[in-house]
């Protein structure tokens, strides 16, 4: 019986596969570790992007690692495989992959995986690779949340992105604020609040209130809920005006705002407004907003 399994086993082709992958690998790391590896190899490296396709998880992980050592040799390779590879596991973990090596000759590919990939994970992972790219890839993210045909999850990825980005898209940020286009907008003041989380500058503050301002209510709610997020005390009169603007979803976002604050001081102006607030589910936020300032 063991004869015949041994037989079975060398005439499987999965096993086969994963035996050549095997094989592979270890010669590969061996060449990276004695620092022989031929970047210019590529018949190699087509083998190694294929591999990514390999059913065994640990085995994607073992390889999508060791072509991040390899480097931005490996690119187009990765970038033809995203582009055009039948496997959708291939096209996932080629965009994983190009997360790893962040080149940044890749955000145009990548751009167009997200826009255009039909699978959920390759978009995702194709922004994740936009994001750890950093600034080279803010532009393109910029175009994508002006966008007025594109679906909302695409926006939203773009939006991410962005904000992650953080420090680095700080200059397109501040360009970007006075965009035509409120979603633009939003997303950049998003992004600013991590910024100011990360570096606490008054311009970046200066801009948050400003937004309270904006003409959108989205943007006005999103820099509501980032100056209580960063329970940033400077902008309570500001926030406190905003409990009588004539849009209730943005009474109740400067409300939320102020109950993140904390601050004692905004309590009396808060039960101003509630004697004047006709919504109720506006009423009841500034109530709560109250009691847990108290």
Request: with cysteine; net charge negative; proline share 4%.
């Amino acid at each position: 019986m063991m004869v015949n399994s041994n037989v079975q086993s060398e005439d499987d082709p999965i096993l086969l596969a994963q035996g050549e992958t095997d094989a592979l690998l270890q010669s590969v790391t061996e060449q990276i570790d004695l620092d022989t590896f031929d970047s210019n190899d590529s018949e190699t490296l087509l083998r190694l992007v294929e591999s990514l396709g390999d059913t065994r998880g640990m085995t994607r992980l073992r390889c999508a690692e060791t072509i991040a050592e390899i480097g931005e040799a490996a690119t187009p390779f990765l970038l033809d495989a995203l582009a055009n590879h039948a496997n959708v596991v291939v096209r996932r973990a080629a965009a994983k992959t190009l997360t790893l090596i962040a080149d940044p000759t890749a955000v145009p590919n990548l751009i167009h995986s997200l826009l255009n990939d039909e699978d959920t994970v390759v978009k995702g992972s194709s922004v994740g690779a936009l994001a750890r790219i950093g600034e080279p890839s803010v532009k393109s993210l910029l175009d994508i949340l002006a966008s007025t045909d594109l679906p909302e999850s695409t926006i939203g990825h773009a939006a991410w992105a962005l904000a992650f980005i953080g420090a680095q898209a700080k200059e397109y940020l501040y360009q970007a604020i006075a965009s035509d286009s409120p979603v633009v907008r939003g997303a950049v003041v998003g992004a600013i609040a991590k910024v100011a989380q990360e570096e606490p500058k008054a311009d970046l503050f200066e801009i948050l209130i400003k937004s309270l301002t904006d003409v959108d209510v989205d943007v006005r709610c999103e820099a509501a809920a980032a100056l209580g997020n960063l329970a940033y005390q400077p902008a309570i009169p500001n926030l406190i005006e905003l409990l009588h603007h004539s849009d209730g979803e943005t009474r109740r976002a400067a409300a939320l705002s102020l109950m993140k604050v904390g601050d004692r001081a905004a309590i009396e102006p808060l039960k101003t407004a509630l004697a004047q607030e006709s919504e109720a589910a506006v009423q009841s936020v500034m109530k709560l907003a109250i009691s847990q300032i108290k």
